[in-house]
């Protein structure tokens, strides 16, 4: 089942903080944060793979809350690199396999 | 390779043709994922290579999506009598062996059926 990401869009200014959000109404055993922007590849982020885990890249972070099925992404200090469509990708595993399924992404910009 | 290749980066189809899409992984990257993404949304998982084997491929619109992986490393979707709602970006992306591996995507294939 698809993750669900809020806000869907956010407008900041250089320099502002933003927190994205990532929740899911089954278990999470791994949650992957992954940015786009416009025509091209996702490119990864960081990878939570236990409850209550937190990891940070440059200026974004993130944390994983196993029992609320949620994870949050950070972005302090934003700079305009940061624009671009954030995604939450969850881990359902099965049978021989495991695959990432994704949110519908929130939209970032930051202007100047 | 350096990165995951795809091809055509851009194609364009009349509607009740067939197109075939190309995706080569990163070496020795034994999973490969097939998404379609529409415009203004995420990737929407489509199939499920573990090497050769198909695993999953639950995501598959309908019959007239097709994907292989004969050897283990080359992949293609196909998609048969294309219809305008196949119109989408279709991406491909592989990981190593680990399932908390991430992801590396290659750049697409927009596919705009007329």
């Known amino acids: 089942q698809q993750p669900v990401q809020s806000p869907q869009a956010v407008i900041l200014r250089e320099g502002e903080d933003a927190v994205i959000n990532c929740s899911s109404s089954?278990?999470?055993?791994?949650v992957h944060w992954y940015r786009q922007k416009h025509g091209e590849a996702p490119v990864f982020l960081m990878i939570?793979?236990?409850?209550?885990e937190q990891k940070g890249h440059e200026k974004i972070s993130a944390s994983f809350n196993e029992k609320k099925q949620q994870s949050s992404l950070y972005l302090t200090a934003s700079q305009l690199s940061y624009s671009g469509t954030y995604f939450c990708?969850?881990?359902?595993?099965?049978?021989?396999?495991?695959?990432?399924?994704f949110g519908a992404g929130t939209r970032l910009f930051v202007k100047a | 390779g350096a990165g995951v290749s795809q091809s055509p980066r851009y194609k364009v189809a009349k509607r009740g043709q067939d197109v075939a899409l190309r995706c080569d992984p990163i070496?020795?990257?034994?999973?490969l994922f097939w998404y379609q993404q529409a415009l203004g949304q995420g990737p929407e998982f489509l199939t499920y290579?573990?090497?050769?084997?198909?695993?999953?491929k639950s995501g598959l619109p309908s019959d007239r999506f097709f994907a292989e992986r004969p050897e283990g490393s080359v992949s293609t979707l196909k998609i048969q009598r294309t219809q305008q709602e196949d119109s989408a970006v279709y991406l491909c992306?592989?990981?190593?062996?680990?399932?908390?591996?991430?992801?590396?995507f290659g750049s697409g294939t927009q596919l705009s059926v007329l």
């Open positions: 992306a592989s990981r190593d062996r680990g399932p908390n591996e991430k992801l590396f």
């Open positions: 089954k278990a999470l055993y791994s």
């Open positions: 939570l793979l236990k409850g209550g």
């Open positions: 990708g969850t881990g359902a595993g099965y049978t021989g396999g495991f695959k990432t399924i």
């Open positions: 070496s020795g990257h034994v999973s």
């Open positions: 290579f573990q090497n050769e084997a198909q695993l999953d």
